[in-house]
């Protein structure tokens, strides 16, 4: 890796180029009580940007920052001669209530980036869109019904309880303990709540039980890192078993020991874990990294529940339990050495 990095880093310096980043800058903190601040959930604060930043450089980058604003284009295009590559770690621009990806921008004018393609990073941000197309290639994924209306009727094949999810959210945005729905009076709050909050559909799916497994890779061909599993059945009373807002903002962040990684896991579910991860990668046509959340049935089958690319990767003096950089430092992967990777591996990918 070592070789591989030094390589990759001359690439820049021969060349006197910048690795731009691209970010998004949160402004409230996410509050489950308060649905203004999920539209943000995605972005980060600007203590993880500034600390991002200086990772960027302590690695060993030349770097230009750009926020992902209504300016990011008119930025990245006024200094693209200057550029070899953009890490990508932004969500997307929002101008006058319409998103536009950033992988979108840098493939319009030609500019390399971390991460997936354009098509794949619109494809992975619908819930919905992604599980037809991982069905299409034998992935397991629980049946769903996509709401516009929160008054359409519900899907007689779906039974109670079922969980309501905004289809285009990440980082649990959205998901809170009144997410998991036991009735028809439950369920068209919380869709109503969904819709109006996100101005987007909702995806609604049986409610899991069992346990949930995180997997994050890296690189091209993937490299899985150790697997997390949060501790979901210690949860205290109140708290829904989910991953949901509450767990990943208010408690996980305090309770050491709810993240555990690795998952202890027998080798038969490792592989299963493994190999499905390795399907999604291939099917969704995954690059550089990601991190796709699954969990299990009572009975123990497992279902890929959704895929974040790029993932959180928030540093470890901002957070000990962002989930890629946890599965990293298990694996024996610094910070640093992390991110260089991330860049290597677009970098090989476009061949600079």
Known sequence: MENNFSKCLLSFKEANKKLAFAYNVRHSYPDPNDPRTFLETDYDD?????????????????????????????????????????????????????????????????????????????????????????????IPVLPDQIFVDPNEPLDPKLHYPLIVKPIGQGSSAGITNKSVVNNEKELRVQLNEVITNFKDHAIVEPLLTGREFSVAMIGNPPTILPIIEPNLKKLPSGYAPIDSLEVKWLYEEEVEGHLMCPANVDPELKKTIEDTAINVWNALEIK????????????????????????GLIPPEISKTSYL??????????????????ICSAVARYGL
Do not use: W
């Open 46 to 138: 600007p203590e993880t940007i500034e600390a991002f930043k200086k990772h960027l450089v302590s690695a060993g980058f030349d770097i230009l920052p750009i926020e992902a604003d209504q300016n990011f284009e008119k930025t990245l295009v006024e200094n693209k001669d200057s550029i070899a590559l953009v890490f990508n770690y932004s969500e997307v621009v929002l101008e006058n209530g319409r998103k536009t990806q950033i992988t979108s921008i840098c493939e319009k004018h030609d500019i390399p980036h971390t991460g997936s393609s354009d098509r794949t990073q619109i494809l992975v941000r619908n819930k919905g869109n992604a599980k037809i197309e991982m069905r299409k290639h034998g």
């Open 288 to 311: 550089d990294l990601c991190r796709m959340d699954t969990r299990c049935d009572e009975v123990g089958n497992l279902y890929v529940l959704e895929v974040n690319t790029p993932p």
């Open 325 to 342: 950089p946890l599965a990293a430092r298990t694996a024996g992967i610094e910070y640093d050495q992390l991110l260089q990777t991330i």
